[in-house]
């Protein structure tokens, strides 16, 4: 096929009919960054920026016809999460839900989709010099090959979806997937967390979803894929937003899985004010969660110096570095912290008093949980990424290069801003200049 330009830059793709495959080479303006200065501190060693690829190109070179005005917004988004996909510089992302953002309209917030056609991917990567080349893309799917949407599923539990401009309401979607992390499994599958659910999804090596994992109660229907009731009731109280974004595999097949935040429980109110949000181990050969961990956030000024809302602390991360040992991302927008966790049998509260919506007061509101006898999962910080020159905001994805190098990728909104702004006159996406980066950070002390 011809190539299509794209401003100065120029972008290729080449797609066989019916097969979910895109290879964009992405052409780049940006620099490496100098390893210079003290070698017993941690620093930015590379930085490759994605270039602007037209989300319409993209999207409809996956599955034509799903796009018909991508509103002048670009790929972006597959920050949400990065793993490595073997060969050295490459890796596999995922997206989340698509362009989306906030508008007030009568003194209340209305969520926007002004791409509703875009249909979460899985995008591999290849980071090359200053540049990040888009490999392959894979759509996600419904059983019958439909793409899934990143439309809210359920009319009264997720936010209703609304127009760019916030004026005409949109048709919520139960087959609609808000993914976050990603995990590619030994037989070339893929395991996927998603924050509608919140959902644990394995989905095929060519996209389709096999199986939606759901909180037991959920009552999701109208799916066009197999949904199982199988994650703990109590993730029925996640925040809006907020649900599973970080996901690992531990050597022994085992995955886990963070929820963002702290539950809203008893209500939200609790939930911003509390400092405890959870992990769960999911076994998929059992099908099942077989364990679940109390994680307590730092205080947020800890995480983040510039920030005093407690409600801004997020986990966006979490990397397998050994047996039972993880890394935790403590995040805000502008800073975050990685935590070394271990993951042990007296930590489980899975099925206690702590894992109910009946205890009073909850693990939410508890003040100390580990005065009252909660094992919550200890840590000890590893880097504070805020203080590293060169690292950008917003990282929610974190891999592992080597013993001492970490990969960094950031989630930049599609070029999108909250409020009537974002768009112009005409419709056209004021971009924010927020690019996607891989940015490598050397740890002198290792992992």
Known sequence: MSPHAVGRRRVHRSVAAGVPLAVLAALVVSGTASAAGDPSQPRVTRTAT?????????SNALLPGTVADDRGVDLGGIGSDIYPAGRKGEFWTVTDRGPNGQIKVDGKKRRTFPVPGFDPAIVK??????????????????????????????????EAPYSYDAQTPLTYNANGVDTEGIVRAEDGTFWLVDEYGPSLIHVSARGKVLTRYVPKGLNLTGTDYPVVEALPAI??????????????????????????????????DAGDASRTTRLLRFSPKKRAVTAEYAYRFDPVNVVDPSEDDTSELKISSVVAVGHDRLLVEERTDKAARLQLVKLTRDADILGDAWDTDTTSPSLEQVDDPAAVGVPVLRKRLVVDLGTVEGVPGKIEGVARVDHDTLALINDNDFGMTDGAGAFDAQGRLVDSGIETTVTYVRLPRGI
């Not at 994605?50 to 993209?58: E, K, S, T």
């Open 50 to 58: 994605l270039a602007d690829i037209p989300l319409g190109v993209f």
């Open 235 to 268: 993730l029925l109280h996640r925040k809006i937003n907020r649900g599973f974004e970080g996901l690992t595999q531990l050597p022994g097949g085992d995955l886990v899985m963070a929820l963002q935040s702290p539950l809203s429980l008893p209500d939200g």
């Open 125 to 158: 990567i290849r980071v090359s010099g200053d540049t990040v080349q888009v490999l392959e893309a894979i759509p996600i799917t419904t059983s019958s090959g439909k793409p899934v949407t990143g439309l809210p599923n359920q009319a009264g539990r997720d």
